[in-house]
């Protein structure tokens, strides 16, 4: 995917999710329990500013396939590269360039997975994300999936125990090679 048609999409996001009635929720701590629509803002701008640093920086951008998430100010990067050097260039890089809390740095030394496995993530992304949304007393909305080469990642503010209910029940969906979780406790 060309750093153009990235941006329009990310860019398309956006509109989408500003559009939509995002409203922050706290915690009786005063500790934040949902995104408000502000962070939301701030997420995408991180994601532009964190895949603008990678596409400025050629080697990695042409021998490289990666994707930023940014969840609360978290990011998640993920997708492959083909030395160590290049996954760690591109944390550095995404660190310098995003006003990130955190970056988890889930990049695979390994050669750009193929359309098939692609799709095949899209597939589990969606099957994860029924499980998670049929589960009786569970609020879905409250997780991020994320999947890449049959490996879930999984963000969001949610309580530790929400956290393991998450954890287990995308364990139990069929072709999930690996959980990871990066979320946000807020008990």
Not at 47 to 68: C, G, H, P, Q, V
Not at 117 to 123: E, I, W
Not at 159 to 179: C, H, P, Y
Request: glycine share 4%; net charge negative.
């Amino acid at each position: 995917m060309t750093f153009w048609t990235k941006t329009l999409t990310l860019s398309c996001a956006t509109l989408l999710v500003t559009s939509c009635a995002i409203t922050g929720q706290q915690n009786s701590s005063g500790q934040q329990t949902r995104r408000d629509i502000a962070t939301v803002i701030e997420d995408e701008q991180i994601e532009l500013d964190a895949i603008k640093a990678i596409f400025n920086n050629d080697e990695l951008w042409s021998k490289s396939d990666i994707d930023i998430v940014s969840f609360n100010k978290t990011i998640l990067l993920v997708g492959q590269t083909p030395t160590l050097t290049l996954k760690q260039r591109a944390e550095s890089l995404v660190k310098q360039a995003a006003t990130a809390n955190r970056v988890f740095n889930e990049i695979r030394v390994a050669a750009p997975t193929s359309s098939l496995t692609y799709f095949g993530d899209l597939s589990l992304t969606s099957k994860v994300k029924t499980a998670l949304f049929i589960e009786d007393n569970f609020d879905s909305t409250k997780v991020k999936v994320v999947t890449e080469d049959s490996e879930v990642f999984l963000l969001g503010l949610v309580s530790k125990a929400e956290a393991e209910k998450a954890i287990s029940i995308t364990r139990n969906v069929s072709g999930v090679k690996r959980v990871i979780q990066a979320f946000e406790i807020i008990d």
